[in-house]
């Protein structure tokens, strides 16, 4: 489980290429500042993404990506040396200073289109129909693992306001219209509908 409060970010050394046997495929990240406290076997979440690391030293790290994962995230379209967002999971007992994130990636969207308000940012961003219902105003949504708070929500976008430290370190200040973004939301908003399903009049869960 993590917060959406992203540590710090790392730079792409080896991309993660779907392989012709369906094969996972091996990411591997310089991140100097996280890798030398990862082990094998350690939960990290990159850009939202929730991955198992299969390999640690000093500066780098590297993590196994299935093709079930290339198929549903943008991970696969990450080139070397482009930046990505780092959060280790929460500690039994930390601060959860932004929302409840499993690092399940719902859904990738993209940048419609962003303008400066004040010092910040507000950023549109494209959201996919089969999202919609789970995304309201001043609920919470991790987009590349950053827990925001929903500014606005229109046909088939929302917006977020992003404060000046937010886009300086994240990658979200580097995301330009067209780019892609990972999704996750609200996963109390899933546990909701999946509750009232059979009172709701779609049919009881199954």
């Not at 196994?64 to 280790?88: P, Q």
């Not at 601060?95 to 549109?124: F, N």
């Amino acid at each position: 489980m993590f917060t959406g409060i992203v540590e710090g970010t790392g730079t792409v050394v080896t991309p993660a290429r779907p392989r012709a046997d369906g094969g996972a495929a091996r990411l591997e990240v310089d991140a100097p500042w996280l890798a030398g406290e990862l082990a094998v076997g350690d939960s990290v979440a990159v850009d939202g993404c929730c991955l198992t690391v299969v390999a640690s030293g000093s500066t780098r790290f590297a993590a196994d990506v299935v093709a079930e994962t290339l198929r549903r995230t943008a991970l696969g379209r990450l080139a070397a040396g482009a930046r990505v967002n780092l959060e280790r999971p929460l500690a039994l007992g930390g601060r959860l200073g932004g929302h409840l994130v499993q690092g399940h990636v719902d859904g990738v969207g993209h940048i419609l289109g962003r303008s400066p308000v004040g010092e910040g940012e507000e950023v549109r961003v494209e959201l996919p129909e089969e999202l919609a219902r789970y995304v309201v105003e001043k609920g919470s949504i991790a987009v590349d693992g950053v827990s925001l708070t929903v500014a606005g929500v229109g046909q088939r976008w929302f917006a977020v306001a992003l404060v000046p430290h937010t886009l300086a370190t994240t990658t979200l200040g580097e995301r330009a219209p067209g780019d892609p973004v990972h999704l996750e939301v609200d996963v109390v908003a899933k546990y909701v509908e999946r509750l009232v399903q059979p009172w709701s009049g779609r049919g009881a869960a199954t």
